[in-house]
Every structure is written in C-alpha cells, then in structure tokens.
C-alpha cells in the first residue's frame, strides 16, 4: 500500500536564525498564502501570530486566518505593514502581490513594505516553480529561507520563541503592548467597513457593499461556507470567517468561479453545510453549462447571482484614466460598456434548478427570502440581483477610491432606464443604387433570396 511521505522540516539552525530576528522585531508581520493546506494549519497560523503579537495578512489562496480575530489586517496594506522590519512569509507563491499596490492610473507599483525588512521564507515556493514564470512573477530573495512544510516550521518557531519570551520579561511586555495596539487598529477598520456598507443603503441599484452584508445577515445562523469568490473583499471586510472550511479561498479568474463553487458545493453534498457562491454575470457567461451539471447530480448550491450590468473593466478603465487627467467621468452606456436594461436568466428550463429574482425597487432583503427552506441544502437555488458597481472599482493609493464615499455615479445607476439610441442614418448621397456617399460609384451587389 503506497504511503504518503512525511512532510520535510525546516533546517534547526536557519530556524533558530529567524527566531532570532523575529524575536527581536520590533514589527514583525505575517504574510499566510497557502499556509493552511490542511485544516488545522489554521490553528498554527494563529498560533504564530499571538506568539509574536504580529499582524497578519491573509493572501485569501486558502483561509488562513480568522476574519474577527484582532491581529487580523487584511485588505488594508497602510496598517499591515507600516513600519515592518520583519516579514514572515508561510508558504507564499507570488511574495509582490499582498506586499505592492498597483495604481493603473499612473503605471507605477508601490511597495508598501519598508525596504530595510528582513525576510523569513518557509513554505514549497521553490518546489513549486515551473516553466510558467508569470504564475510567480519575480524572484522571491528572502534573507532567511527554508524548503519546509509551513506547519512543522510554525509549530517548531513557537517553540523557539516562547523559550527566548520566557528568558525575557521585558519582550513579553512588547508583545502584549504591539498586540493591544494591532487588535485597536482591527477594531477600527471592522467599524469603517461596516459603516461603508450601511452608506447609500437605499440606492438603487443597491452598492456592493450593502449586497454582501445582506447576504450574511441572511446566512449567518446556518452551517454555512462561501465557495470563491468574495464581491471585490466585501463578505470578507462583513463576514464573520471563524473556522477553516468557512471559505475555499479565491477564485483563479475570469470563467472559474462556478466551476469551483459545484467542485465545493460536491464536496459538501449530505454534511448539512449551506455552501454559498456570489456569482459574478461575466464568469458565469463563460460556462453557462454548468448550471446543467448542478442540476443532474442535484449538487445543493444557493447561487447569488451579482449582476453589475457592464464587462467591468473597460469602463474602470475609462474612469481611472479620466481623473488623473481632470476629465469628466465617461458615461459608459454611450460607448457599449454598460448593457442598458439587461437582466440574467436561466438558458433553459433546468429541473431542480430554482430562479428568484430580487425586485431593485423593494427595500427588501438582497436574497428576498431567508437561506433556509432548503435553499442551497436540498436542492439549487439562484438569485439574481442588479448592483451598482461604484464600489467595486479597483483600487489605487492603498485602495482608498473603492471605498470613496462619493463616486458620483449616479447617472450608470439610471442607464437602465435610459431609451435607447437611433440606428445611424444613411449617410447623404448613398443610394440603392450603390452609392458609397462620397461621391463615388460601387459595384452594385446581386440580388439574395
């Protein structure tokens, strides 16, 4: 019988090497990607970071950190890294994505991590790497790096450090006091997040942010766990993520979120579990069909479809480029970028495939019925829902313009209700005939049945 080798530990002294640095740290912080390959990875990825009373930003390839928990800073790079001098990285593929911020509007990338940090690396990243380069983008130069299974580094790194805590009282009273100063900043951000999505509530159509706590206050009391993706962060800024399964992590792009929503939803089929998938219109147009493999292996699935209306990146485009450039926003159902009145439905009639369609102008609940009644247990549901994507818009300067009160998009909320153009004229001098309306003559064309 073929067994499973055991996993590889870090090297004892480059080990004890970053205890060192680590324990001397004055802000270390903690970067998880694929640190919780098995379930209770998770349990030493906390262990860790109240050890050394450390931030942590969670890269979302896996859930590797409690969402509530006070030491957790993700999605708000300013406060994760400012003044770091000591980055633990557990089993990261790609170390520039969590650690820089794009801003497309000016071509520049930012690394929002002090240039005098010290690097500690354990995971497979080298292992992992093939020919594909852009899968890894550059190359990851750690000071202190080890080929190690993330698990048994952390678990030994706790070890290492409670010893040199325990010898030093003076470096107990430092963790307790950077810890109390993190969960306050945890605290802080929560609020602000919360605020943002009960702001413009009654906007129709309603912000993502109010669409992702809709869906929590309708799913919290169950058993439940979200496939892929998150709507742009917001369920996981709302939502409370208190155990391993809760999340599957992101999804891979474009075209495979419900493809890993049904391989989440099959895995859980018969435990109970309510598995949730906020389903974005552009993936799902990329594979439509696999509504009809929910339905013909009834895999239980609640579906809340998220319809913004526009094939979003070009129009965000449009905007980020316009206001650097003191243009006025460009109005996006003129240039196709918005589809005026269109509405999602069901390709066809699918057996134990359920369609609700959330009404925009009830100020109801965005799912417009409770998670239960065997919705997403028994059988597959889907509900529909038109949102406004202002803000959704991807971020720039520390992701401040997503989460800017006044986007000022009032007129794409209303391009629905806009009449549509007139067809263009026949320009003046064609003819039947075969005039090109330049004056020039063109070969008639023959005659089509």
Not at 372 to 388: E, K, N, T, Y
Request: charge should be positive; include cysteine; hydrophobic fraction near 40%.
């Amino acid at each position: 019988m073929f067994r499973v080798p055991a996993a590889p530990a870090p090297d004892p002294a480059a080990l004890a090497n970053a205890a060192d640095a680590l324990a001397a740290a004055e802000r270390p912080v903690v970067i998880a990607d694929f640190a919780t390959r098995p379930p209770y990875g998770w349990d030493h990825v906390i262990a860790i970071a109240e050890t050394l009373g450390a931030p942590v930003w969670d890269c979302n390839s896996r859930l590797n950190f409690p969402s509530d928990h006070l030491l957790n800073l993700s999605m708000a790079p300013k406060e994760c890294y400012d003044g770091a001098d000591v980055v633990l990285a557990l089993d990261i593929a790609d170390f520039e994505g969590p650690t820089h911020v794009r801003d497309i509007a000016t071509r520049t990338v930012v690394n929002v991590v002090p240039e005098t940090a010290t690097w500690i690396d354990i995971g497979f990243t080298d292992v992992e790497v093939s020919k594909w380069s852009m899968d890894y983008g550059r190359t990851f130069h750690a000071h202190h790096r080890m080929t190690a299974d993330p698990v048994i580094g952390t678990t030994q790194l706790v070890a290492l450090l409670q010893e040199r805590i325990g010898r030093n009282a003076d470096l107990a009273g430092k963790i307790a006091a950077r810890g109390a100063e993190i969960g306050k900043r945890h605290q802080r951000l929560r609020a602000d997040w919360r605020k943002e999505a009960e702001k413009h509530w009654n906007k129709v159509p309603m912000t993502v942010p109010r669409l992702a706590l809709e869906v929590w206050r309708a799913i919290k009391d169950e058993d439940w766990v979200l496939s892929a993706g998150t709507l742009h962060g917001w369920a996981r800024k709302l939502w409370n993520f208190d155990r391993p399964y809760r999340h599957a992590g992101r999804e891979l792009g474009t075209g495979t979120q419900i493809g890993i929503s049904l391989g989440v939803a099959l895995a859980y089929k018969g435990s109970g579990r309510l598995v949730v998938d906020l389903q974005p219109d552009g993936d799902l147009m990329y594979d439509a069909g696999a509504l009809w493999m929910a339905a013909k292996y009834q895999i239980p699935l609640l579906i809340v479809m998220y319809n913004n209306r526009a094939y979003y990146n070009d129009w965000n485009h449009q905007i980020v480029i316009a206001r650097p450039r003191h243009r006025s926003e460009p109005r996006p159902y003129r240039h196709g970028s918005v589809w005026t009145g269109a509405r999602l439905r069901r390709p066809r009639p699918l057996d134990g495939v359920v369609g609700r369609r959330s009404d925009r102008e009830r100020r109801r609940s965005a799912t417009g019925a409770s998670a239960g009644g065997g919705a997403g247990q028994d059988g597959q549901a889907g509900v529909g829902r038109r949102g406004d994507p202002a803000s959704m818009r991807p971020e720039s300067s520390f992701r401040k313009s997503r989460e800017s009160g006044e986007c000022r998009l009032s007129s794409y909320a209303r391009a629905a209700k806009l009449p549509r153009r007139a067809p263009p004229r026949r320009a003046a001098g064609r003819s039947q005939a075969g005039g090109n309306g330049h004056g020039h003559a063109t070969r008639a064309r023959p005659h089509q049945d």
